[in-house]
T-cell receptor, first 109, second 114 residues
């Protein structure tokens, strides 16, 4: 079966750095997405990786290793507004997105 | 309208009733999707449409139907609601082309079936 694993919850301190990991086993791979979802709101797109390596976008970076079935989202200079759930999704061989359950990130002052 | 809208925002429904969730996008996206989101689970695809006039089944299609009469609208119908369909429903759309083909989500409909 297809599976996306992420930690259920993480806690970090304002101003610090946090890394959210995602491992996947899917039928085919056509890209990996990270979305942010604030409580009670819709998911919003953060990043996309299809090749191995690091993609940097401001305070957020995303890394992919296809051979290891592994990605991480790195958030720097954490702000209170970064408190949200972070969703990892892989596009499979049918070009459908398979979603992880999400990682709830709690930021403490 | 800017982006994707969904209606209603929330609904409480008696089991056995018929319900249609509405979704409209103004981005001229070819592809549209319906997901449900339940606590502790990832988003699960119910139905999708790659272009107007075509639809396909996702991971959890049973008990739901969709239609895509035009580019903008993609309604989801529950023919006879059951309590297990209590969930938050998100509609999404994408261009349907290109490497990234990012999906953009509507604000969601919170549905409770009693």
């Amino acid at each position: 079966g297809q599976n996306i694993d992420q930690p259920t919850e993480m806690t970090a301190t304002e101003g610090a750095i946090v890394q959210i990991n995602c491992t996947y086993q899917t039928s085919g791979f056509n890209g990996l997405f990270w979305y942010q979802q604030h409580a009670g709101e819709a998911p919003t797109f953060l990043s996309y990786n299809v090749l191995d390596g690091l993609e940097e976008k401001g305070r957020f970076s995303s890394f992919l290793s296809r051979s290891k079935g592994y990605s991480y989202l790195l958030l720097k200079e954490l702000q209170m507004k970064d408190s949200a759930s972070y969703l990892c999704a892989v596009r499979d061989s049918n070009y459908q997105l398979i979603w992880g359950a999400g990682t709830k990130l709690i930021i403490k002052p | 309208i800017a982006g994707i809208t969904q209606a209603p925002t929330s609904q409480i429904l008696a089991a056995g009733r018929r319900m249609t969730l509405r979704c409209t996008q103004d981005m001229r996206h070819n592809a549209m999707y319906w997901y449900r989101q339940d606590l502790g689970l990832g988003l699960r695809l119910i139905h999708y449409s790659n272009t107007a006039g075509t639809t396909g089944k996702g991971e959890v299609p049973d008990g739901y139907s969709v239609s895509r009469a035009n580019t903008d609208d993609f309604p989801l119908t529950l023919a006879s609601a059951v309590p297990s369909q209590t969930s938050v429903y998100f509609c999404a759309s994408s261009t349907g082309t290109g490497d990234t083909d990012t999906q953009y989500f509507g604000p969601g409909t919170r549905l409770t079936v009693l």
